[in-house]
């Protein structure tokens, strides 16, 4: 049976309210640097508010008072979306407000007094050492040892899997490479990321070498007239997608015996032992391209062992 649409039952929009939907969208667009996510994800939060503000009595934003704010949340907090989900949206409602202040629309802000649930920081899968090494092993055995119409599938798996790691970049930037993105012999590829900043990242010889392969064999097999600069191709000869790559990943592991990962838990694997090799805070900060240091560091709580070592070991009064 299909789920039911939370919002079927929500009136329309009053002109007002989707007017200042549509200018808060170009201002998504052209002063925050939001990704095309984000934006989506904004817009679809702030569109639900004001539908619930609409169907309890509300003509125009300014009937946008705190307790319609926390009732909003209320109510979606007892459908049980995920704590994530209602921090989102919470953000998303007090960026629309502030931006709706400081533009005139609304006469004054409310949800600076909006509380949000704290989200808990559940980190992905890391992989040891020795179980990363295994899964790169294994595709790349499996990348030189297929033949014929596996072939290209194989190394395209290997190179995909070995740039996540060895770069630590996302998914969605990953295929958005283009093959100029992509040094091997200097081992640097450059990508687009969150917010349309760019950074050029290192990687190492395992990966050039996969990377290589795919260039000289696999992609050439696969590539069409149409299939432009993408680094990644499908079986058709399209730029890959996510769920591909997502794909891989999950098959690449299976086959090497490795716990099941995503394509985000071989980036921050990544992390995990760049950090376990003395990597400073910092360089790992840029690699990954995050813009809060805060962020980077929550990647340290996973070598703790490491540091009391390293305590037990350099301080006097351990």
Known sequence: MA??????????LPPAMQDAVARFAQHLESQRGHSAHTRRAYLADV???LRHAVRHGAHGLDDLQLPVL???????????????T???????????????????????????RLASPKVSRVLPTVL?????????????????AAEDDARSAALRAWAAAELLY???????????VDVDDV????????????????RVVPFGVPAARAVGAWLAEGRPAIATAASGPALLLGDRGGRWGQRQVREAVHRLAAQAGVDDVAPHDLRHSAATHLLQGGSDLRSVQEVLGHANLATTQRYT???????????AQAFPRA
């Open 128 to 144: 040891t050492g020795d179980a990363a090494a295994r899964m790169l092993d294994a595709a790349r055995e499996d990348a030189l």
């Open 301 to 311: 709580h996973v070598d703790a062992e490491r540091l009391r070592a390293v305590y």
């Open 166 to 176: 060895g770069s630590g970049v996302r998914v969605g930037e990953l295929v958005t």
């Open 183 to 198: 040094d091997p012999g200097e081992r640097l590829v450059r990508v687009l990321g969150k917010g349309g900043k760019e």
């Open 3 to 12: 789920a039911t649409d939370p919002t079927s039952d929500l009136p329309p």
């Open 47 to 49: 569109t639900g508010l």
């Open 70 to 84: 926390r009732a909003w949340l209320a109510a979606q907090a007892d459908r049980g979306l995920a704590r994530s």
């Open 86 to 112: 209602l921090a989102r949206r919470g953000a998303a409602a007090r960026a629309f407000l502030r931006w709706a202040h400081r533009t005139g629309l609304v006469a004054h802000d409310p949800s600076a």
